[in-house]
C-alpha cells in the first residue's frame, strides 16, 4: 500500500466533522448540566417555548429523536416541573405540551450560555465563512433521515 493510499483518519472529513461537534456538545452540555438540563431537554424547551411546537410528533421530529427518546424526555420534563401536557379535548390521544414557568425560566437562562458557545467557533470564522459552513453542513445530509435514537 503506498502512502497515497492510506486512510489518513485525522485528513478526513467524517473526523473533523465529529470532533467539532464533539466540543460543541460538550460545552452545551456543561453550561446546561448547571441549570439541571441535558442537550435533549434544552432542545425540547426550545421547541416548546420558541418555536411553538405543542405535540409530541413535531417536538420530536424538531429536536431529531424518536418518539420513544421524545416521550421519555417530556415524562422526565413534566416530573421535573419544566412541561404541562394535556391530553386533547376531543381525542385524549393528542397530547399537548406547554412549558411552565420554571421551564420558560430554564429557557430564558439557558439561551445566553447556548449563544456563547455557539459564538465560540462562529468567532473563529468570518460571517461569509459562517454562512459556506451552514450551506456546506446542509448539503452533507440532504435526503438523510436526521431522526436519531440519540442526541
Request: hydrophobic share 35%; net charge positive; aromatic share 2%.
Amino acid at each position: 500500500m503506498t502512502d497515497r493510499d492510506r486512510y489518513r483518519l485525522h485528513e478526513s472529513l467524517g473526523y473533523q466533522l465529529s470532533v467539532a461537534a464533539r466540543l460543541q456538545e460538550r460545552r452545551l452540555d456543561d453550561g446546561m448540566k448547571e441549570l439541571g438540563l441535558t442537550r435533549i431537554t434544552w432542545c425540547v424547551l426550545l421547541a416548546v417555548g420558541n418555536e411553538a411546537l405543542t405535540h409530541p410528533s413535531e417536538i420530536a421530529g424538531f429536536v431529531g429523536i424518536d418518539r420513544t427518546a421524545t416521550s421519555r424526555a417530556l415524562r422526565q420534563m413534566e416530573s421535573a416541573g419544566l412541561i404541562a401536557r394535556q391530553a386533547g379535548l376531543g381525542d385524549r390521544r393528542m397530547t399537548t405540551v406547554h412549558l411552565t414557568g420554571k421551564g420558560a425560566d430554564l429557557l430564558d437562562s439557558g439561551t445566553p450560555l447556548a449563544r456563547a458557545n455557539n459564538a465560540i467557533m462562529q468567532d473563529r470564522l468570518t460571517p461569509k465563512e459562517t454562512e459556506i459552513l451552514r450551506r456546506l453542513l446542509r448539503k452533507t445530509h440532504e435526503g438523510e433521515d436526521t431522526a436519531l435514537p440519540r442526541l
